[in-house]
C-alpha cells in the first residue's frame, strides 16, 4: 500500500528557518523572455523579480540587420575584462546577499548571452559565488552553449544546475510545462512556499491501495518524478498510482490561467 504525504507540511513548520529566497533576474527585446517569467512566477509568487533595462530607451537592436546588437557583443568579445566594454543599463537596487538562488533568463544575441543582461552580471555576477544558479534562455534555433560559457565566465563560483532550460522563440506561447519540468529537475524554487508549501491547508493528499484522491478544486492536475518526466496527467481527483515507483514527485494543479505547484512523496 502506497501512502502519500505533502513534504510541504514538514517544511512549513520550520518555514522561517528553512525558506529559501529566489531572486529572478531578466532582460527581454522582443518579450519571449518577459512571457517566460510571467509563467514562471505563477509558479513561484514568492520570488523576487528583477527586470533589466537599457539605460538609453527606445533602441532598436534589430535595425539594420540587428547592427547594434551585434556591435554590442562585439566589444564584449574583444575586451570582456573591461567594464568600458559593456553598454550601460539603468541603475538597479538588489542586494545579492539576501538571496540563496538566482534564475537569470535572458535571450541569445549571435550565440551570447545579450548584452544588457551580460552589463548587470559584470557587476554584480561575482557577489552570486556559492549560490545556484539557473539559466534560462530563449532563442529561435541557436543553441544555447555560448550564453552558458558567458553565465559561468561572469558569475564566478556560482553553482549552477543542471541543465539551463532552453526555450525556442515558438516555444514560448506553451512553455509553463516545461519550466514546471526543470523546476523539478533542478529543485529550484522548492525553498519557497509557492513550491514547497504550495497552500497546504487548501489542499488535502490522501493514497490508498494504489489511489490517489485530491481534496481541491482544479482543471487538471500534473505530476512530474525527479528527471522532470511526466508520469502522470488527470482532470479527475481520483488517479490509479498503483504503477509508480516511490519517491518524490512535483504536483502541479491548474485551474484557469493559475497553478499551484507542491513536492509530494509516495511511498
Request: glycine letters at 10%.
Amino acid at each position: 500500500m502506497k501512502k502519500l504525504w505533502t513534504m510541504a507540511v514538514l517544511l512549513c513548520a520550520a518555514c522561517a528557518a528553512l525558506q529559501a529566497r529566489t531572486l529572478v533576474v531578466y532582460y527581454s527585446f522582443t518579450n519571449n523572455v518577459h512571457t517566460i517569467v510571467g509563467e514562471l512566477q505563477i509558479l513561484l509568487p514568492d520570488a523576487d523579480v528583477l527586470r533589466i533595462e537599457p539605460a538609453e530607451e527606445g533602441l532598436d537592436y534589430a535595425a539594420d540587420g540587428y547592427a547594434l546588437g551585434s556591435a554590442l557583443i562585439s566589444a564584449i568579445r574583444e575586451n570582456p575584462d573591461d567594464a568600458s566594454s559593456y553598454p550601460d543599463i539603468k541603475p538597479v537596487e538588489v542586494d545579492v546577499a539576501v538571496y540563496d538562488e538566482i534564475i537569470v533568463a535572458a535571450p541569445l544575441w549571435w550565440s551570447n548571452m545579450a548584452a544588457p543582461m551580460q552589463t548587470f552580471l559584470f557587476h554584480h555576477g561575482g557577489q552570486m559565488a556559492g549560490k545556484r544558479i539557473g539559466l534560462i534562455v530563449s532563442s529561435a534555433s541557436s543553441g544555447i552553449s555560448g550564453v552558458e560559457a558567458d553565465a559561468r565566465r561572469l558569475i564566478p563560483g556560482g553553482d549552477f544546475v543542471s541543465p539551463s532550460l532552453w526555450i525556442r522563440s515558438a516555444q514560448t506561447a506553451n512553455c509553463r510545462d516545461m519550466i514546471v519540468e526543470w523546476l523539478g529537475q533542478t529543485g529550484l524554487g522548492s525553498g519557497t512556499s509557492g513550491v514547497a508549501a504550495a497552500r497546504v491547508d487548501e489542499v488535502g493528499w490522501t493514497c490508498r491501495d494504489g489511489v490517489l484522491r485530491v481534496s481541491a478544486r482544479f482543471d487538471r492536475l500534473d505530476l512530474y518524478d525527479a528527471t522532470g518526466s511526466k508520469v502522470l496527467s488527470t482532470t479527475g481527483d481520483v488517479a490509479d498510482v498503483s504503477d509508480l515507483p516511490g519517491g518524490v514527485y512535483l504536483a502541479c494543479l491548474r485551474q484557469g490561467a493559475g497553478s499551484t505547484v507542491a513536492k509530494v512523496a509516495v511511498r
